[in-house]
């Protein structure tokens, strides 16, 4: 056995002879369990039964990193349901060996350990974890439309029990080390340093497996199951609906009839999973998956190393982006004319710290410690980049420019989170226009995934290249975007915003609109969202828009805001807020509401295909990708212009026609769509 090689698998014999496993995918960043990495393990361990080391840890050579899951790529490439059980079958029968093998097996983990990566270490009987912040481990396989299919279901709730490994499952959350000791899910947490000796005393001293607590073992009596599924579909129900992703539902399903016979909840795993893999579902996610590759991937065009961040405005928005960037390790200075708001930035930063950290002292010490209140603005000529986050007036920020370009270093960067003014108006006050971009963040930063890149005409394609790389340093998606109004997710937002607000004034209740977008699949309703984003910013966006968009500011959104009432920033809005919940009546009637759900969805599908004739974006998937990650799209239906292809151009397009008679110009379908139908 010692004479063999392999492609993606190196043996390493120790003096106790102990087998060192290490697993180093050929040709890859990351560790996947591809098919072909899969038969090489698969023929190691066969050559194993005849020759048997004292023990086995498996382990990784990547920086960093343990095995990522499965190969996503090789989804795509299943034809039909066939293929899809004997795929899993092979899976399976590989974890099935290695949980005979009849020596002790440890599952060595640093770094990401995630999907088919944490069932093969569920299969071993030990794992043992790095205490290091880049050690996460999780089955996130629910995000794509499906559940673990290596035989996860069930190792997991044998390990961790059922209420928690269900839990992680139905979430797709990564744990951290000591969170997964906590429930069971690993044996040991050590630091990295200590790893390889505590992998190597489970091998030597082989000592009995840990099992899951009384409570978690009486949670999954047959009597007690029905209630707790029946439990755990409620709380699913509270966040999508079956008819759009399926798989939560049915992991709950199996766990409730198959948990009192393990062999079977396994075979009817290959079978549930196989399903599911098929499914539309699935397929879109799956296409969700590489969009959001494909974003993570501008961000790495170039190399931009960036010390010191300041922010200019401490308002919520701008506090948010400087907490932020302190929570991703950078040293932050915020300006703001009134000390005031910066005491105010300085709360809400200290308690974005505490609920990053919770109880880590340490840490929410070193991140306060990263930002800095600076009311005369020192930090600008330190900075390496300068972003701007004061309010929308073109020329308060032109002023602010001119102001600060002579502080500016050299190479730094002045970026304006500006949400809808085009960058040419802004950069007329610049003697270097081209370091101007906009790096336009969603509201609530911490939660909101994509920042809009904008270029303008003046912009310096480097300068925009490393902006991207900024943002994805600090954990963004960033998504290069020409500079025109609204740039790509206000503008085919703001129609649909504005369109629910329109209803109100015609006398449909909120709770109504709201509820047909959600039943669309929206995360929330627009009013809702309207609300959240802040009902002046609404106006505001909306405003500018109307200059060159064929759009009217509803006379309601007007008077709420010159009331004072800005949504949920103030406690009121189109609802009432109540502790940062809105107040809904929930005894309402829902009028039509596929009606209004046309309503709603065609402004914001015909504003999509406007932007795809302009050329906002690079291409049709860039529109899905900006519209899903930065406004919410329903992710089962893969964005709006894939909505449309699966839909039907000609359906899409009789209901817009339907619209405009009932409704007027507003409704009138953009010229682009004859192209899509040709």
Excluded at 65 to 87: C, H, P, R, Y
Excluded at 500 to 528: H, N, Q, R, W
Excluded at 558 to 570: C, M
């Amino acid at each position: 056995m010692n004479d063999k090689t392999y492609k993606h698998w190196r043996l390493e014999f120790d003096e106790a002879n102990i087998l060192w496993l290490h697993m180093d995918m050929a040709g890859s960043a990351v560790n996947l369990l591809s098919s072909e990495v899969i038969a090489e393990l698969d023929s190691i361990f066969d050559d194993l039964a005849t020759d048997l080391p004292q023990g086995v840890v498996i382990l990784s050579d990547k920086k960093d990193s343990f095995i990522f899951g499965a190969d996503i790529k090789e989804f795509t490439e299943l034809e039909n349901l066939t293929q899809a059980v004997s795929m899993l079958e092979r899976g399976h029968a590989l974890m099935n060996k290695l949980e005979a093998l009849p020596r002790p097996t440890v599952s060595m983990i640093h770094g990401m350990c995630l999907g088919g990566g944490t069932e093969l270490s569920l299969a071993c009987r030990y794992r043992v974890m790095s205490s290091e912040s880049c050690s996460r481990i999780g089955l996130p396989e629910i995000k794509l439309g499906i559940f673990p299919g290596y035989g996860g279901t069930v190792r997991s709730i044998q390990r961790a029990g059922p209420l928690a490994a269900i839990n992680m499952m139905l979430t797709g959350r990564s744990l951290t080390a000591q969170a997964a000791k906590k429930i069971g899910l690993v044996d040991d947490t050590v630091p990295l340093r200590q790893l390889k000796h505590a992998a190597r005393c489970f091998i030597m001293e082989a000592p009995k497996p840990r099992q899951p607590g009384l409570l978690q073992l009486f949670a999954n009596h047959k009597y007690l199951r029905p209630l707790i599924a029946s439990k755990m579909r409620k709380q699913v129900a509270k966040k999508v609906r079956q008819e759009h992703y399926p798989a939560p539902y049915r992991l709950i399903e199996l766990w409730e009839n198959y948990a009192d016979n393990p062999g079977e909840m396994l075979t009817q795993e290959i079978n549930e999973v196989a399903q599911l893999a098929r499914s539309e579902t699935a397929a879109n996610l799956l296409r969700v998956f590489f969009l959001q590759d494909t974003l993570k991937k501008y961000g790495k065009q170039t190399s931009y190393e960036v010390k010191h961040i300041h922010v200019i405005g401490g308002g919520i928005m701008g506090g948010d982006i400087a907490s932020w960037c302190a929570i991703k390790g950078y040293n932050v200075t915020v300006q703001d004319q009134d000390p005031g708001h910066l005491a105010k930035t300085a709360q809400r930063a200290h308690a974005s710290f505490k609920k990053k950290y919770k109880k880590d002292k340490r840490a929410i010490i070193a991140a306060n410690d990263r930002l800095m209140m600076d009311h005369k603005g020192s930090g600008v000529s330190q900075a390496d980049i300068v972003i701007e986050a004061i309010f929308e007036d073109a020329e308060v920020k032109r002023e602010l420019y001119q102001s600060i370009e002579p502080k500016m270093k050299p190479g730094a960067i002045l970026a304006s989170n500006t949400s809808s003014i085009i960058l040419g108006e802004l950069s007329s006050s610049l003697k270097n226009p081209g370091r101007l971009v906009g790096l336009h963040f969603f509201n609530p930063v911490a939660l909101m995934p994509l920042v809009e890149i904008i270029h303008g005409d003046k912009t310096d394609k480097i300068t925009a290249q490393q902006a991207a790389a900024f943002a994805h340093s600090i954990g963004k998606l960033p998504l290069p975007v020409r500079s025109s109004p609204g740039f790509l997710v206000n503008r085919i937002l703001m129609p649909y915003l504005l369109e629910a607000v329109t209803m109100v004034s015609e006398g449909i209740l909120p709770e109504s609109i709201d509820k047909a977008a959600t039943d669309f699949g929206m995360p929330m309703g627009p009013i809702e969202l309207a609300d959240t984003v802040g009902l002046d910013i609404c106006k505001n966006v909306a405003g500018i828009l109307s200059k060159t968009m064929a759009m009217e500011l509803p006379k309601n959104l007007e008077h709420i805001v010159d009331l004072g009432n800005l949504g949920k920033k103030t406690g009121s809005g189109f609802y009432k807020y109540k502790k940062g919940k809105a107040r809904k009546n929930k005894k309402v009637e829902h009028y039509n509401l596929q009606q209004i759900q046309d309503r709603l969805i065609v402004k914001l599908l015909n504003e999509s295909v406007a932007c795809l004739r302009e050329g906002i974006v690079e291409n049709k998937d860039m529109i899905d990708a900006g519209i899903i990650f930065g406004a919410g799209f329903a992710p089962f239906r893969s964005g709006p212009i894939h909505h449309i292809q699966s839909e039907g151009v000609e359906n899409i397009i009789n209901r817009i026609d339907d619209l405009e008679k009932r409704y007027g110009e507003r409704f009138k379908p953009d010229e682009y769509w004859l192209e899509l139908k040709n």
